[in-house]
């Protein structure tokens, strides 16, 4: 069983920087391809950015170049870097992670969810 936790959450104000992580016990992370995922209230949820097992990225058009994703192989987690935030950014981010297969991309379906982390910007 996957059991991954998110962190890094909290109040910005627009413009600032958040770093989310998404980190996993007992196994690797390295084989999975890794979601980052958001739903604001009354919304449904969104897909934000991808990462494959061999490095591939893909973001939401809402997000290029301001947020980067990236692995830490040491530590076993995914980080989302998300730069000059802005308050339509205020959602709980989800990461979820999936057996990774030539062609699959940020929208396939994914096999573990994350709990969750709020990110609230205010303007």
């Known amino acids: 069983q996957v059991h991954l936790v998110e962190s890094g959450g909290g109040l910005v104000q627009a413009g600032g920087s958040l770093r989310l992580s998404c980190a996993a016990s007992v196994f690797t992370l390295d084989v999975y391809a890794i979601g980052w995922f958001r739903q604001a209230p009354g919304k449904e949820r969104e897909g934000v950015s991808y990462?494959?097992?061999?490095?591939?990225?893909d973001y939401a058009e809402s997000v290029k170049g301001r947020f980067t994703i990236f692995r830490d192989k040491s530590e076993n987690t995914v980080y989302l870097q998300m730069n000059r935030l802005k308050p339509e950014d205020t959602a709980v981010y989800y990461c979820a992670a999936s057996a990774d297969y030539s062609g699959r991309n940020l929208l396939d379906p994914y096999d573990y969810w994350g709990q969750g982390t709020q990110v609230t910007v205010s303007s």
């Open positions: 990462i494959s097992s061999g490095g591939t990225t």
